[in-house]
C-alpha cells in the first residue's frame, strides 16, 4: 500500500473513531441526564435503564480507542516514522493515550463515571486536530529524525494522558467535596462515585506512578537536545514550561508524603499542576515561540 | 562567652533549622517554579538578543524597567539563583543528616516492638502454639527479606529500606546535576562560526563570529582541530517545502595539521572531539559576484554570506565596496527560486536553488565604517548614501550604473557551525540516571513493619509507611502460615 493510501485510512479511522467517541457521549450524557432529573428525592431512580446506557457509553469507547489506535498506527505508516511529527499527530496520538488510560482505570478502579468527561475532552480534542491542526502526512525535518523522538515524545505523552486524567479525578473530588462540606447530599448523578477518600488516594497514586516517567520525558528531552541544538537545558519555553509542571508535581508528591497534605489542598494543587502541562500543550504550542515549534501552525 | 555571640550562634541555628524545615524546602520549590516563568513570556538575551533588542525599540520604557529587574536575563538573575541556590542548600541540610541516619539505621536493627499491639493496625491474634510462633515466624520472614529483631517474646522486622535509600540517591542525584551544570558555565566555552562550502576553519578565537567562554576557561584551551567544508547537501519535501534531509561532509584533522579524514555531520549527529561537540545549526546561501569600476578594472569578486529572511530561503544582504571612489553599497537579496506578488514582491517558492535572482539596490556616498560605531555586516547604512539604481539579475547578467557594474555570477551555500565544549554535561548526565533510578526505588517500595508477640496468646500487627497498600494481604498469609502449623 502506498503512503497516500495509508494517510487516507488512517483519516478515516480517526473520523469512525469521532462518530463512536460520540455515540459513546451520548451513551454517558443518558446515563447521566437520567440520574439528574432526579432533583426531588420523591422521583424513583432508574437504575438498571442508566446502566445500561453507561455500559453501551463503555463499550463505544472500547471500540473508539481501537478505531483511533489504528488511525494513529497507519498515520505512522503513511509517513514511514512515529507519528509525532506535528501538532495534529500530537492530538491523535495524546487522545489515544489518555483514552488508553482511563481503559485501564476502568478495568481497575471502576471509574465508568468519567466517561462522560473523558468522551468530551476526547471529543473536542480530536475535532479541533481534525479542522484545525490537521497537516498532510509529511516526513520529519531534520532535527525530527532521531530515535529519541520516540522515547522522548511518547514518555511525554504517556504522561499527559495520566496527568490529565488524576486532574478530572481532582477536580471531581474538589466538586464533591464542595457539597459534603455544606452538608449537603451528594448529587444523585454522583451516587455510584467512590468515597471521597478512595478519590484522593486515586489521583495521589496516578500522580506518583507517572511522575518518573515525566521525569524520564523531561531527561530524554534534554539527552536528545544535547544531540540536536549543542546543549541539553536552554530554558526554551517548552522546557521551562515541562520544569514548571516538573516542580509542581514534585512539590504536589512533598506536600502529601512529607507534609501530609490530603483533600482539598492536595486537589487543587494537583489541578495547578495540571494545568501547567495543559498550558505548555496549547499555549507554548500554538502561540509560543523557541525550538519546540513543530505544531505546522 | 558573651550574650551576643550566644545570640548570634542560637539565631544562626534558628535561621538554619527554618530553612532546613520541610514547609521552606516546599515553598521554595514553587517559587522556583513561578520564577522560571517569566522567562518564557519575555524574550531572553541568551536564546534570542534580536528579540530583546526589538523589545527595547518597541518599548522603550517598559523595556528599562523590566531589565532593571533582570527579566531579559530570568535564568541568571539575583533573584532566581537565590531561590535555586536557597533550595539547594535546605535540600543539603535536610538530606545529609537524613543520610547519615540512614546509614546507621542500615546497620541497625528495626526499633523495639511496642507494648500494646492491640491498639496497631492490623492487630490480630493468632492461633498458633506459643512455643514455635516466634521460631516459624522468623523463618518466614527470614525468608521474606525482612529485617529482624528478635526478642526473647517478640519479633520485630522491617522492609523496603529501600524506599529511604532511593529517595537520598534521588535528592543527591540534584545535587550532582547542579555540580554538573556549575562545571559546564564555568569551565566550557560556545560559540558560532559560518562556514561556507570550499572554506577551512581552524579551531581558535578569531575564527568564531561569535564566542563565550566560561569563567575559568581560557582562550588557549580551545581544542586545536580544523575542518574543511567539501559539501552540503539539503534537501527538501516538495508537498510542504520543508528541509527532509541535511548532510554536511568536512574533512577534519585534530591538531591541526595532523592527518585529514572525512567526516559527515548531520543535525542530530555532530562531530565529538572529547567534550567539544561541532553541531550544524542552519544554513544559507552566499551570492557570488564581480563588481567592476568605470574602467571596468574588477574592484570585488567572491561570494557575500546573505541571511535567511524565511523557510524559503529567500536571503538577504549587504555588499560594501569602501575602497570605491565614491564608496558604494549594494543593498541586496538573493531569491533561490524566484516567485512575484503585489503584496509581497519577488520572494522565494522554494527552498533550492531552481530560478535564482538577485535583486541589488546601489547606494552611493558614505559608507559610515569610519565612524568607529560598529555595523552589521548584513546590512548597509545609507543615512548619507543616495539611491542611483535598482535591478533583478538573472544568472550570468549584468547590471551597469554610473559608477560602475555587478555581475551575478552564481551561488554557493553556507553552513551556521556551533561548537560547544562541556565538561560538565557528564555529571549532569549521571546526575539524571541516578535521579530516576532513585525517584523509582522510592515510589515503588513499599516500606513496612510486622511485629509479633507471644504474652496471654499470640499477636501480630503492622505499620505502612504512607499507607502504601498490600500490607493486609501479608500479614494474612503470615496468620494463616503460623496457623496451620499448629
Redesign the interface.
Given at each position: 500500500m502506498t503512503s497516500t493510501n495509508y494517510a487516507y485510512l488512517s483519516n478515516y479511522a480517526v473520523y469512525s473513531a469521532m462518530v463512536l467517541y460520540t455515540i459513546a457521549f451520548f451513551a454517558h450524557a443518558i446515563e447521566v441526564s437520567f440520574s439528574v432529573r432526579n432533583v426531588e428525592a420523591e422521583t424513583k431512580f432508574d437504575f438498571g435503564r442508566t446502566d445500561r446506557a453507561g455500559r453501551i457509553g463503555s463499550a463505544m469507547i472500547f471500540l473508539a480507542f481501537i478505531f483511533l489506535t489504528l488511525g494513529v498506527l497507519f498515520r505512522g505508516l503513511s509517513a514511514h516514522r512515529v507519528p509525532w511529527g506535528n501538532m495534529y499527530e500530537f492530538s491523535i496520538t495524546g487522545a489515544f493515550a489518555f483514552t488508553g488510560a482511563y481503559l485501564i482505570a476502568l478495568k481497575k478502579y471502576k471509574l465508568r463515571w468519567l466517561g462522560l468527561p473523558v468522551s468530551i475532552a476526547v471529543l473536542l480534542t480530536l475535532g479541533t486536530a481534525i479542522t484545525v491542526l490537521y497537516?498532510?502526512s509529511?516526513?520529519?525535518?531534520?532535527?525530527l529524525?532521531?530515535t529519541?523522538l520516540a522515547i522522548h515524545v511518547s514518555a511525554a505523552i504517556i504522561s499527559g494522558g495520566v496527568f490529565l486524567l488524576a486532574n478530572c479525578i481532582a477536580a471531581t473530588y474538589l466538586i464533591l467535596d464542595s457539597y459534603e462540606s455544606k452538608g449537603l447530599p451528594r448529587p444523585r448523578w454522583a451516587t455510584n462515585l467512590p468515597t471521597l477518600d478512595a478519590l484522593d488516594?486515586l489521583s495521589y497514586r496516578l500522580v506518583?506512578?507517572v511522575?518518573?516517567l515525566w521525569?524520564?520525558a523531561v531527561?530524554a528531552g534534554?539527552?536528545?537536545a544535547?544531540?540536536?541544538?549543542?546543549?541539553?537545558?536552554?530554558?526554551?519555553?517548552k522546557e521551562?514550561?515541562a520544569?514548571?509542571t516538573w516542580?509542581?508535581y514534585?512539590?504536589y508528591l512533598?506536600?502529601r508524603?512529607?507534609?501530609g497534605w490530603r483533600g482539598r489542598k492536595a486537589a487543587w494543587l494537583c489541578l495547578f499542576a495540571g494545568s501547567?502541562f495543559l498550558f505548555n500543550y496549547i499555549y507554548?504550542n500554538i502561540w509560543?515561540?523557541?525550538r519546540h515549534t513543530y505544531s505546522g501552525l | 562567652m558573651t550574650t551576643s555571640e550566644l545570640t548570634g550562634i542560637s539565631l544562626f541555628r534558628w535561621a538554619w533549622r527554618q530553612l532546613t524545615s520541610m514547609r521552606t524546602a516546599l515553598i521554595l520549590l514553587l517559587l522556583l517554579g513561578f520564577a522560571a516563568i517569566p522567562g518564557s513570556l519575555f524574550p531572553q538575551r541568551t536564546q534570542n538578543p534580536m528579540k530583546v533588542n526589538e523589545y527595547f525599540t518597541n518599548n522603550p520604557t517598559l523595556a528599562q524597567w523590566l531589565d532593571r529587574f533582570k527579566l531579559f536575563d530570568v535564568y541568571s538573575s539575583p533573584w532566581f539563583s537565590a531561590i535555586y541556590l536557597l533550595l539547594f542548600i535546605s535540600l543539603i541540610g535536610c538530606v545529609l543528616p537524613r543520610t547519615l541516619e540512614h546509614l546507621k539505621a542500615i546497620g541497625a536493627k528495626p526499633p523495639l516492638t511496642p507494648k500494646f499491639l492491640e491498639k496497631m493496625e492490623f492487630a490480630t491474634s493468632v492461633a498458633a502454639s506459643k512455643a514455635s510462633a516466634l521460631d516459624q515466624a522468623e523463618k518466614y520472614l527470614r525468608r521474606k527479606r525482612f529485617r529482624i529483631r528478635r526478642d526473647a517474646d517478640s519479633i520485630s522486622a522491617e522492609k523496603g529500606y529501600s524506599r529511604e535509600t532511593g529517595n537520598l540517591l534521588f535528592h543527591l542525584s540534584l545535587i550532582l546535576i547542579l555540580v554538573g551544570v556549575g562545571i559546564g558555565s564555568l569551565y566550557g566555552s560556545k560559540g558560532e562560526a559560518i562556514v561556507s562550502v570550499g572554506d577551512r576553519f581552524i579551531n581558535t578565537p578569531t575564527s568564531y563570529d561569535n564566542l563565550a567562554f566560561g569563567k575559568f576557561q581560557s582562550e588557549g584551551s580551545l581544542t586545536p582541530f580544523e575542518l574543511t567544508v567539501t559539501d552540503f547537501k539539503a534537501s527538501y519535501d516538495v508537498r510542504t517545502n520543508a528541509p527532509s534531509d541535511y548532510t554536511l561532509s568536512v574533512l577534519a584533522a585534530n591538531p591541526v595539521g595532523s592527518k585529514t579524514t572525512a567526516k559527515i555531520i548531520k543535525v542530530n549527529a555532530p562531530l565529538t572531539y572529547k567534550n567539544t561537540k561541532i553541531y550544524l545549526q542552519a544554513n544559507g546561501y552566499s551570492p557570488l559576484v564581480t563588481v567592476r569600476d568605470k574602467s571596468g578594472k574588477i574592484t570585488y569578486q567572491g561570494g557575500v554570506v546573505f541571511l535567511p529572511q524565511d523557510g524559503n530561503l529567500t536571503s538577504s544582504g549587504a555588499i560594501k565596496l569602501p575602497d570605491m571612489n565614491p564608496q558604494i553599497g549594494f543593498v541586496a537579496s538573493f531569491v533561490p527560486t524566484y516567485d512575484r506578488s503585489n503584496k509581497r514582491g519577488a520572494f522565494s517558492a522554494y527552498p533550492e536553488v531552481l530560478d535564482p535572482r538577485l535583486l541589488v539596490s546601489v547606494w552611493t556616498g558614505n559608507l559610515g565604517l569610519d565612524s568607529g560605531r560598529p555595523q552589521s555586516v548584513y546590512r548597509v547604512d545609507t543615512s548619507k548614501m543616495s539611491r542611483i539604481g535598482l535591478a533583478q539579475l538573472k544568472l550570468h547578467e549584468t547590471y551597469k550604473f554610473s559608477e560602475g557594474s555587478i555581475t551575478f555570477e552564481g551561488w554557493k551555500p553556507w553552513v551556521n557551525l556551533q561548537i560547544v565544549d562541556d565538561p560538565g554535561k557528564i555529571y549532569a548526565l549521571f546526575g539524571a540516571i541516578f535521579a530516576i533510578l532513585g525517584l523509582l526505588l522510592s515510589l515503588f517500595t513499599r516500606q513496612r513493619r510486622i511485629w509479633i508477640k507471644v504474652g496471654e496468646g499470640v499477636q501480630i500487627a503492622g505499620l505502612a509507611k504512607n499507607a502504601a497498600p498490600g500490607l493486609e494481604k501479608e500479614i494474612a498469609d503470615l496468620k494463616s502460615k503460623l496457623e496451620e502449623k499448629l
Open positions: 497537516r498532510p509529511a516526513p520529519l525535518v531534520p532535527a529524525k532521531s529519541w488516594q506518583a506512578f511522575f518518573p521525569t524520564f531527561i534534554a539527552i536528545w544535547e544531540s540536536a541544538w549543542g546543549r541539553y537545558w536552554g530554558w526554551d519555553p521551562t514550561w520544569f514548571i516542580v509542581a514534585a512539590a512533598h506536600a508524603v512529607t507534609v501547567t507554548i509560543g515561540t523557541g | -
